[in-house]
């Protein structure tokens, strides 16, 4: 009797192996399917830092520019953006980004207080046209002009923001193999007990 048992107790792992290992394809090939169809936003952080003082931002690795908010091989703007200024948050400002033809770099102007913290040259920081301009990640040696008439070094750096789907999915997986894991556990236990 404990043979038969035995026997039926390898078909229904290999079932289930087999179910699982199936289920494994089928969501693989479906979840590439819509990767390839699916397209997120991403968004950079940006960290810039001159004569003492850090600001940081967030913006979309490709922006929208509006028709209005760029001229062809020189400029783009972009306005609305909430930053801050060693960690305290400022009032909205204008950024504005330069191509080579004007010394590259970028201005940040705050549209309340009519200031200009930011005025940077040296590096162009995006890549394609004015019109759809895709930010480079990296760090960039530029020269501020806002503190200093004479300019000082500066440094900005961009990075990339882990877009929240791939997290979802990972916790996701990660869940799954929890839940296996307790699964196995359980149906040992049971086997112990002698259900």
């Not at 026997?7 to 192996?17: A, G, I, L, S, T």
């Not at 590096?123 to 020269?143: K, M, R, V």
């Amino acid at each position: 009797m404990s043979d038969f048992l035995y026997v039926q107790e390898f078909k229904r792992r290999r079932n289930m192996r087999r179910y699982l290992i199936t289920s494994c394809l089928v969501l693989a090939v479906f979840t590439l399917m819509l990767a390839t169809q699916a397209k997120a936003d991403s968004i950079d952080n940006f960290i810039y830092q001159a004569g003492g003082n850090t600001y940081t931002w967030q913006l979309p690795s490709s922006p929208t520019i509006s028709p209005d908010s760029f001229l062809p091989g020189l400029a783009f703007g972009i306005t609305d953006v909430n930053y801050s200024e060693n960690d305290i948050p400022q009032d909205p400002a204008a950024l504005n980004f330069l191509s080579l033809t004007f010394g590259g770099g970028l201005s940040l102007n705050d549209l309340i207080q009519g200031i200009s913290p930011i005025i940077a040259s040296d590096f162009q920081i995006y890549g394609g046209s004015e019109d759809a301009p895709t930010f480079l990640t990296g760090t960039f040696g530029l020269t501020d002009y806002a503190s200093d008439a004479n300019g000082l070094p500066a440094t900005l750096t961009i990075t990339a923001v882990p877009e929240p789907s791939s997290l979802m999915l990972l916790a996701t997986g990660m869940l799954a193999l929890l839940g296996l894991a307790l699964k196995k556990t359980v149906v040992s236990r049971l086997k112990v007990l002698g259900a």
